[in-house]
């Protein structure tokens, strides 16, 4: 070593800083003269706002034999407005920088927009235009139904799309709008006219059951002219209630298979209906559900992928349906993945013996640990940009949540032992109540699952 290399000054490493509180942001609450309620969340730095419009134009409010018309409307909302050709819509859009999507689901339909803070003014304008008044041409929804014809056959050949769609079939009863596709069949989306786009639209979206969330830097931005200039501009009446059906639903453990002769693989979907995020025990299910299946050092994995080689990844998740303070509410509660075809009946045999296991010994504190750190400790990571903040606001507004849910939910979170996450885990994943939905082969599956007893078994064409 040399003279000069002895005596160079080598900086020490830093030390970490300590670590900043956080909490999920806490929106401010108003509503405009015309019934519309706003949520807004100033975040400093984000240039881009994001905004989402939540329409109370939910599935089960589409008419009988109708079902998709939600999809297609909230589609055609962005077609052109009674002064704007689509063209010069998507023109416009452009101009703003901005970028415009809607979407329906059983909650209802919802408007994302997101669009640098300087020019919210114009494209708040262009949403707020096409919220007031929608051209719904006939050559547009014309259109627009082909297009969904066209996917429609495209969905069905996707496994995974094949099996959540039989799932709801088997889980719900049939006069159910959740037991159908949620965009609709090719029987009910091929009766779909502009006459039935602009009826859905009139019986359902208004500004009085709408709310309107905003998040972004607005610093300079006065947002109170702003939404009095464009969303304050739509007016309608204030609607009458509507009834909402219960939610039912037949978890009786049994085994159906889509059948797909020659599938090198098999996928899996087990699932059945559990609380939605109202009640107490969510916190709880939320932490038991990651530690089962939410990573890929989670139980399934470690047992289903890097023990026995089964498969790429398994993943467990609870995804709310509908969400209601009235108790009508439900989630689904899924275990979801895809095996070689040899492999089904092996795979599914330890897929029950890590649910049976947990039911017997329980998660480990390390795993809980784990668990909180995963989900907690990236919060802030998650929601660094608007657009995430303002979906998740979107969300507890859709499923009738208080405003502070989220920030209590991580508080929750934390303080959930391992005992707790263990029960509701096990309740959310009993072994005997569970529907299992397997796209594959019939004729190299069915005895090896049928073997299992695991529930009896049919097939069903693919």
Known sequence: MTEAT???????????GEAKPWAFPAP??????????VLRCHRPGQQVVAVEVCLDAPLDAEPEGLDGVATIMA???????????????????ERCGATLDAHADHPGVRVSLEVPVRRLPKALGLVADAL?????AESEVERLVRNRLDEIPHETANPGRRAAKQLSKELFPA?????????????????????????FYTAHVRPATATAVIVGDLTGVDVDQVLAETLGAWTGDAGTARPVPPVTADDTGRVVIVDRPGAVQTQLLLGRVGPDRHDRVWPAQVLGTYCLGGTLTSRLDRVLR??????????????????????????LLAISGSVDTESTG??????????????????????????VQNLV?????????????????????????????????????????????????????????LVTVLVGDAARIKEPVEALGIGPVTVVKG
């Not at 589609?75 to 859009?93: I, N, P």
């Not at 993943?315 to 439900?330: E, H, I, K, M, P």
């Open 175 to 199: 006069s159910l709008r959740m037991s159908r596709p949620r965009q609709g069949t090719e029987e009910t989306v091929a009766r779909i006219d502009a006459a039935g786009v602009r009826a």
């Open 75 to 93: 589609r055609a909302l962005s077609e052109g407005t009674d002064e704007l050709s689509a063209e010069d819509f998507a023109a416009e859009l």
């Open 306 to 331: 890097e023990e026995k080689g089964y498969t790429y990844g398994v993943r467990a998740f609870g995804q709310v349906l509908r969400s209601a303070a009235d108790g009508t509410g439900a989630s």
């Open 377 to 433: 400790g990236v919060a802030p990571l998650k929601y660094e940009t608007a657009a995430s903040v303002a979906g998740t606001l979107a969300d507890q507004v859709e499923q009738h949540l208080p405003d502070d849910f989220q920030a209590r939910l991580y508080a929750r979170l934390a303080e959930t032992g391992t005992v707790e996450a263990t029960a509701a885990v096990v309740a959310a994943f009993p072994e005997d109540r």
């Open 28 to 37: 401010e609450r108003g509503a405009l003269p015309n019934g519309l309620t």
């Open 346 to 371: 092996p795979a599914l045999e330890d897929l029950w013996k890590v649910l049976r296991t947990l039911a017997a010994e329980g998660l480990t504190d390390e795993e809980r640990d784990v668990a």
């Open 6 to 16: 002895a005596t160079m000054d080598l900086h020490p490493r830093p030390a970490p």
């Open 132 to 136: 007031r008044a929608p051209a719904f």
